[in-house]
């Protein structure tokens, strides 16, 4: 009977060594896999305290949107502030719009300053369809400045009107 507890004893200790074992390792395995997210973390942390991370993102930033904006004109030339009443209003409002057109060409700039009463006589004709909704909208605004870049582009001969860059729309 002592030959069977002994060895029932013994069975149970080698039974038991091999799972201390697997233990020590799943122990060993989760200690490691702490170590590497602690030294992670800082890391990461580090990163983002010396700014590396923004510098990273903002120059990701950049490369995309320098990529989708356009090019920006050479040359920009003032219209003079246009004043007319708005349409379908029912109480007296007046529309003030002061705007920029860029281009690229030298020569367009005497073009526009010799054409500019036709130039101001098409865009009082696209203003004095312009509601009250579309200037409040940015949708609308988007759709006027490119229908004054249209009309003002059918107009001239020596050049093309790149864009339009409004200095203030103002409903009084």
Do not use: C
């Amino acid at each position: 009977m002592a030959k069977e507890t002994d060895k029932k004893s013994q069975e149970i200790q080698e039974q038991g060594k091999p799972r201390f074992r697997s233990n020590l390792k799943v122990v060993l395995i989760l200690v490691i896999l702490l170590v590497l997210v602690f030294l992670l973390s800082s890391v990461v942390f580090v990163a983002f305290r010396i700014g590396l991370v923004d510098r990273v993102l903002n120059s990701t930033v950049s490369d995309a949107a320098s990529q989708t904006t356009v090019e920006e004109p050479a040359y920009t030339y003032e219209v003079p502030e246009i004043v007319v009443n708005l349409s379908n209003s029912d109480s007296r409002r007046f529309l003030s719009v002061k705007f920029y057109v860029g281009y690229d060409e030298s020569k367009l700039a005497e073009e526009l300053e010799r054409r500019m009463p036709e130039i101001r006589d098409v865009v009082l004709e696209i203003l004095w369809d312009v509601s009250l909704e579309d200037i409040y909208s940015p949708e609308g605004k988007e759709h006027l400045r490119e229908e004054i870049k249209k009309a003002i582009n059918d107009l001239i001969n020596s050049g093309e009107i790149k864009g339009v860059y409004f200095w203030h729309i103002m409903v009084q």
